[in-house]
C-alpha cells in the first residue's frame, strides 16, 4: 500500500505559521547588515586572547595557525553559503542550520545533533561574554577603588541586569546598527590595545621577554591543541545560516561581500593584536592581554585613559555579542511559546516573551558567576562546538549537494579538511577538558578570580 504523502516541513507554507521564522529570523537585510552580524559574530573580545594563543604556539605556529585558521574558515563560509544559494534557487530556502543539514544529510538524527551543538555554542559564548563584561567592570573599579569590596560576581550581575533589557529587542534584524556600532568597537579597542602594548614594550618597566614553551614534550602538546581549539572558537560563528536568513530574498551572492567585509576587519584586528601582545608579554601573556597591560602588582604598563577607553569599548561590543548569540536560543523559544497570528507585539507574545528570554539570560549570568573559566571555556567551546559546524559540516555539505568529482582538487581539500579538523577537534576536546578539570582546583565557586 502506498505511503501517503509526508507534508514539506521546510514549506512556505509552514514557514508561515512558524512564530521563530516570522519573528526572530524576519527576512529584511542587506548584504551589508549581513556583514555587520558576522564581524560582530567573529570579531569579538576574544581576539584579546590571541597572545594567550601564540603562548601555546610559539611565533612560527601561532602565525601559521592562524593563517590557516582564517582562510580555512573563510573557505567553509563561502562553501556554505554556496549550499544555502543552492537550496534558495531550488525553492527550498533555509533558515536554520539544523534545518539545512538535516534536509541535504537526510538523517532526523542530525536535526537533533546540530540544535545540541548550536546551543552548546550559543550558551558558552552568552556566559563568556557576560563573564568578560563583568571582569571588565572589576577592572575599571580595582582602578579607581584598589580597596573597594565589590565581588565579580556583583559586576557580572550588572551585566546580566543590561543584557536581560537588551534581550527584548525582538528580532535578528533589529540587531543590525547596533551591530554597526559593534564593528567600529571592535576596531577602536583592537587599534588601542595594539598602541598600549608597543607603549609597553616601548617603556622603562617592560617585562622581560620569553618566547619559551612548555618543559615537556607531553605539556607542549596539549598547550598546543588547546590553542587550537580556542582559535576555533575566535574564528568560529556556527550561525552563518541564521545570519544568511535575515537577508532580504533572493539572498544568493549577497553572503559573498558580507564575508569580504568581516574578513576585512579580521585581517586588521586579528594580526595586529596577536603580534603585539605576545611580542611584549610572551610566554606570560594571559587569557585576557588588557590584564597584562595591568597587572595586579605594579603600575599599569600604558596609559590609564588609552586601557580605561578599550575596557569601555570591549564592555559595549560584549553586548552585541550576547545578544546576536542568543538568538538561535530565543529563535527556539519563540517557535514553541508564539503565536504567529497575533503579531509580534500583541500581549499574547510579548509576555512570554519577556519571562523565556529573561530566565535563560538569568541562567547564563548564574553560571558566568559560578564558573570564571574564560580561556578554557573558550577551548571547550572551540572544539566540541565551533570545529564540527565550521570545519567539518560545510565541507560535508558542499560535497553532497554539488557532488564535485571524486578527482577534483575542491573534492579532496574538502575531505582533506574534514579529516585533519575532525582530529584536531578530538585532541583539542581532551586538552581543553584536561585543561579545565586541572584548573577547578584553583577557585572557588563565585570567586573573584578569573583562572587563566
Known amino acids: ?30 548584504w551589508w547588515h549581513a556583514g555587520f552580524h558576522l564581524t560582530t559574530a567573529i ?75 548550536q546551543t552548546a555554542i550559543n550558551t558558552g559564548v552568552s556566559i563568556g561574554a557576560i563573564l568578560l563584561g563583568g571582569e571588565c567592570l572589576q577592572i575599571m573599579y580595582s582602578n579607581i577603588s584598589p580597596n573597594g569590596s565589590l565581588k565579580l560576581y556583583e559586576f557580572i550581575a550588572m551585566v546580566t541586569v543590561v543584557m536581560i533589557v537588551l534581550s527584548q529587542l525582538p528580532s535578528f534584524h533589529s540587531l543590525r546598527h547596533i551591530n554597526l556600532i559593534s564593528l567600529l568597537l571592535s576596531l577602536g579597542y583592537s587599534f588601542l590595545v595594539v598602541g ?18 612548555e618543559s615537556s614534550q607531553s ?9 587550537i581549539s580556542i582559535l576555533a572558537a575566535i574564528f568560529g560563528n556556527g550561525i552563518l545560516p541564521e545570519i544568511q536568513a535575515t537577508l532580504a530574498p533572493p539572498a544568493t551572492g549577497k553572503m559573498v561581500k558580507g564575508l569580504i567585509m568581516c574578513y576585512t576587519v579580521i585581517f586588521l584586528t586579528f594580526y595586529s593584536v596577536a603580534v603585539s601582545g605576545y611580542y611584549v608579554f610572551g610566554n606570560k601573556s594571559n587569557s585576557n592581554i588588557l590584564k597584562s597591560l595591568m597587572p595586579d602588582h605594579g603600575p599599569s604598563l ?101 557532488k564535485p568529482p571524486k578527482s577534483s582538487l575542491t573534492y579532496w581539500i574538502n575531505i582533506s579538511i574534514i579529516i585533519v579538523f575532525t582530529g584536531a577537534g578530538l585532541m583539542g576536546a581532551f586538552s581543553s577538558i584536561r585543561k579545565l578539570v586541572l ?12 583562572v587563566d
Open 219 to 227: 605539556l607542549k602538546v596539549f598547550s598546543a591543541f588547546t590553542s
Open 1 to 30: 500500500m502506498a505511503q501517503p504523502p509526508q507534508p514539506d516541513p521546510f514549506s512556505k507554507t509552514v514557514r508561515e505559521n512558524d512564530a521563530g521564522a516570522a519573528f526572530v529570523l524576519e527576512s529584511k537585510g542587506e
Open 196 to 213: 598600549a602594548c608597543i607603549h609597553a614594550g616601548l617603556s622603562k618597566i617592560a617585562p622581560q621577554r620569553d618566547y619559551s614553551l
Open 439 to 450: 584548573d577547578a582546583n584553583k577557585f572557588k565557586l563565585f570567586s573573584s578570580d578569573v
Open 302 to 402: 600604558a596609559p590609564t585613559l588609552v586601557l580605561g577607553l578599550a575596557i569601555v569599548f570591549v564592555l559595549l561590543q560584549l553586548l552585541a555579542i550576547g545578544l546576536v548569540y542568543s538568538q538561535v536560543a530565543y529563535e527556539i523559544m519563540e517557535k514553541q511559546s508564539a503565536d504567529v497570528k497575533q503579531g509580534m507585539f500583541s500581549k499574547r507574545n510579548l509576555i512570554p516573551r519577556l519571562i523565556l528570554r529573561t530566565l535563560y539570560v538569568i541562567f547564563c549570568g548564574v553560571l558566568a558567576a559560578m564558573l570564571p573559566f574564560f580561556g578554557d571555556i573558550n577551548g571547550v567551546v572551540g572544539a566540541v562546538g565551533f570545529i564540527p559546524l565550521d570545519f567539518i559540516l560545510p565541507m560535508l555539505l558542499y560535497n553532497i549537494t554539488h
Open 43 to 117: 570579531v569579538g573580545p576574544t581576539i584579546l586572547t590571541l597572545p594567550y594563543v601564540f603562548r601555546g604556539l610559539g611565533w612560527f605556529l601561532g602565525a601559521l595557525c592562524l593563517t590557516v585558521m582564517g582562510a580555512v574558515t573563510f573557505y567553509a563560509y563561502y562553501l556554505m553559503s554556496k549550499v544555502l544559494d543552492q537550496c534558495e534557487k531550488a525553492g527550498r530556502r533555509h533558515i536554520r542550520f539544523r534545518e539545512l543539514a538535516a534536509d541535504v544529510l537526510g538523517s532526523g538524527w542530525m536535526f537533533y545533533f546540530v540544535i545540541f551543538i
